[in-house]
Each structure stands twice: as C-alpha cells, then as structure tokens.
C-alpha cells in the first residue's frame, strides 16, 4: 500500500526520466544598479535526470546548465557576467545541481542539495511549485529563490550587479 501524498500534486511512478533540452528553461532573475533594475535572463539547460523512488525522499534529481548561454536581451550585459570577472565560463563552463534529499510539504516538494558555480558548491534549496505527470513525461515547474552570489565567489561588480538572484525551472523530464 501507497502511503498518502501530501502534496498538491501526484507523483510521477518510480523510475528514471532525463531532462528534455529543448523543452525545459532557466529563468534568472536578479537586480542591477543598486538594486533599482531588474534584470531578467535565460540559460541553457544542457541535461539532467530525475530517479523517482518511494519512499520519494530517496529521489535524486541531477541538472547541468551551460553557463555561457546567459542571455538577459543586452548584449553588453550579457558579455559582462559570462566574462572572467563574473561567471567565468572559460573556467567554469557549467553551473550544476545535485540533490542530496526530497521532502513533502503541504503544498510543494522541496529538493535539497547542491548548485556549483564558478567552481564553488553551495547548499539550496529548490521548491517544486507545480508537477504535472501525462504521456509525455513529468512536467515540473520549480524555484530556487535568493541564492547569494557572492557564496560562489563571484562578487565583482558590487552594486553595478545584484548579490542575490532567483532561478526558476521549467522542465520536462521523459522516462527512459
């Protein structure tokens, strides 16, 4: 027997999906100029995997993101943060996450676990907000919300760039 969920939404069946690329995004979200801007990109989700396990504490969920495809519509911008003085992508050229636990909550799952950036590992969390499972895989939509980017060493350009930022996921996960 099942035990109940709790959350807002069903659960996918236990077993293996990988991420879609082409059907799942990175929001980025942050502020400039001494936070009176508000600066909105896009990145790459370059792969990824969800193991769904009962007990779903037990689940994994893995995503790697290309760090040089940050696109906030502003070229300049958009050569500053990938350039040495802030993501650094000729050094580090992807932005990572592994999780370390899932937990239910009332209205959400919360993925616990580690985003590595510019060589750095840093503890977060990621609130999975809505989850839809249907024939064409699991559907997730998930947040991650005022990660410090100078716990990454990135803190150049004080006041010019925010220090804290947002992530918002758009994913489809398909079994294998």
């Keep these: 027997m099942t035990p109940p969920t709790t959350t807002r939404f069903r659960l996918p069946a236990a077993g293996r999906y990988v991420l879609d690329p082409q059907r799942s995004t990175a929001s980025y979200t942050g502020r400039h100029m001494f936070g009176m801007g508000r600066v909105r990109a896009q990145l790459t989700i370059t792969s990824g995997e969800l193991r769904v396990t009962t007990p779903v504490r037990d689940s994994q969920v893995t995503a790697t993101v290309d760090a040089a495809s940050f696109q906030s519509g502003n070229a ?4 500053d943060v990938v350039s040495s003085r802030l993501l650094d992508v000729t050094q580090h050229p992807t932005i990572t996450f592994s999780s370390t636990t899932v937990r239910e909550e009332a209205d959400s799952l919360v993925v616990e676990g580690l985003v590595t950036a510019h060589g750095t590992a840093v503890p977060t969390q990621v609130r999975v907000q809505a989850l839809q499972v249907d024939e064409e895989g699991v559907h997730v939509h998930a947040r991650a919300e005022h990660l410090d980017r100078f716990a990454f060493g990135i803190t150049a350009a004080r006041g010019l760039v925010g220090r804290y930022l947002d992530i918002e996921l758009d994913v489809l996960a398909v079994p294998l």
């Design 76 to 79: 300049r911008r958009d050569r």
